[in-house]
């Protein structure tokens, strides 16, 4: 059975930084990334790294401020947050895929597996 758990998540203030984690189970996945949704807004694409933890993308909305990496031996990928702002104020997941094309990773339909979040709230 393959689970994704996320942990990490927080109150912080603006300026702060966190470090998400994403532990992954019962399988590997070529393909990764991290998507946050606020209150009433639709889920977004935050990171991801396609095929290889060294080929990564970013939402340009964190880019600079946010990293996405992967530990292969624990199987864990992480996102560093760093320079948080109000507008980063969210419920994170992480979504994993074996079958992720490029032009799609952006798209939550993309993934076909999730973590069921993790809140972070950044105050001004």
């Known amino acids: 059975q393959v689970h994704l758990v996320e942990s990490g998540g927080g109150l912080v203030q603006t300026g702060d930084s966190l470090r998400l984690s994403c532990a992954v189970s019962g399988r590997t996945f070529s393909s990764m990334a991290w998507f946050r949704q606020a209150p009433g807004k639709d889920r977004e694409f935050v990171a991801s790294f396609f095929r290889s933890r060294t080929n990564t993308y970013y939402a340009d909305s964190v880019k600079g401020r946010f990293t996405i990496s992967k530990d292969n031996v624990k199987n864990i990928v992480h996102l560093q947050m760093n320079s948080l702002l109000p507008e980063d104020t969210a419920v994170y997941y992480c979504?994993?895929?074996?079958?992720?094309?490029?032009?799609?990773?952006?798209?939550?339909?993309?993934?076909?597996?999730w973590g069921q979040g993790t809140q972070v709230t950044v105050s001004s």
């Open positions: 979504a994993g895929s074996s079958t992720l094309i490029l032009s799609t990773l952006g798209s939550p339909e993309s993934y076909g597996y």
